[in-house]
């Protein structure tokens, strides 16, 4: 049996923290900016830009209700996948890494399966970022990075 102090804990703890914050962002900006699609307007080169993505990112895969359910079934999967490295993993850099991709991953299937589509609107390309994206996608994005830089930079274990 596994101790509390294991690093996979902590995958679980941001991946809650995660979800709930993307959450909670998603809701206000459908409250603020709906119908329009704008949302308030805030200083400097991110806009507040309501958007439903049906697909997957940068627009591929866009479809209708079959595509909603594939997609939702398809990323609870994965989740499930990267909750069982969680659980298991012994480096705390890989258990934030995975706790910030499940957060996400989750975040968007509720998307999903609440809205039929991901809530995107943070939308940079003032500043050539051609998509826009949400919390949930960002914090996909840092988790992905932090594992990959924690395998680079990781001693490498030697064979015994």
Known sequence: MRSSSRPGIWAFLIAALVLALDQAAKAWIVR??????????????????LVDNTGISYGLFQGGDLTRWVLAAFALAVSIALAVW????????????????????????ADRVVHGAVVDFI????????????????????????????GLFSPKKTAT
């Open 32 to 49: 603020v900016a709906s119908p329009t699609g704008v949302g308030p307007a805030i200083p400097g080169p991110v806009r507040l830009t």
């Open 86 to 109: 969680a659980w298991r993993a012994e480096k705390l850099a890989t258990a934030i890494g995975l706790g910030l991709i499940l957060g996400g991953a989750l975040g968007n299937v």
């Open 123 to 150: 939308d940079a390309r003032a500043i050539h970022f051609p998509w826009i994206f949400n919390p949930a996608d960002s914090a996909i994005t840092v988790g992905i990075i932090l594992l990959l830089l924690e």
